[in-house]
Nanobody, 123 residues
Framework: QVQLVESGGGLVQAGGSLGLSCTASGGTFSIYSMGWFRQAPGKEREFVAAIRRNNGIKPYADSVKGRFIISRDNAKNTVYLQMNSLKPEDTAVYYC????????????????WGQGTQVTVGS
């Protein structure tokens, strides 16, 4: 019943910044842990970042620590991913994810997925 819609993807140059957003509908957003995953061509989907429903613990993949920031605004039913100092290896389709039970860090345990948004980082 929960629908997730990502936006904000696009083309940026290496070293630049890009902000993604994911807006949820059809559920009570505040009870869900949220996360972001990404999948590059020829690669498996990998965890990027997650955020607890109370905006507390925010785990990040080692590859993005210090560069990406996850946040949420429950009043807007939206989770964000601010990406800074982008690298060509960040190029991927980025997926928003939600789960009512667990922290969103394991792909196989995610209950709901967005359709994905393409992020391309030029060199």
């Amino acid at each position: 019943q929960v629908q997730l819609v990502e936006s904000g993807g696009g083309l940026v140059q290496a070293g630049g910044s890009l902000g993604l957003s994911c807006t949820a509908s059809g559920g009570t957003f505040s009870i869900y842990s949220m996360g972001w995953f990404r999948q590059a061509p020829g690669k498996e989907r990998e965890f990027v970042a997650a955020i607890r429903r109370n905006n507390g613990i925010k785990p990040y993949a080692d590859s993005v620590k210090g560069r990406f920031i996850i946040s949420r605004d429950n009043a807007k039913n939206t989770v964000y991913l601010q990406m800074n100092s982008l690298k060509p290896e960040d190029t991927a389709v980025y997926y928003c994810a939600a789960d009512p039970t667990t922290m969103v860090v394991v792909s196989d345990l995610v209950s709901y997925w967005g359709q994905g948004t393409q992020v391309t980082v030029g060199s």
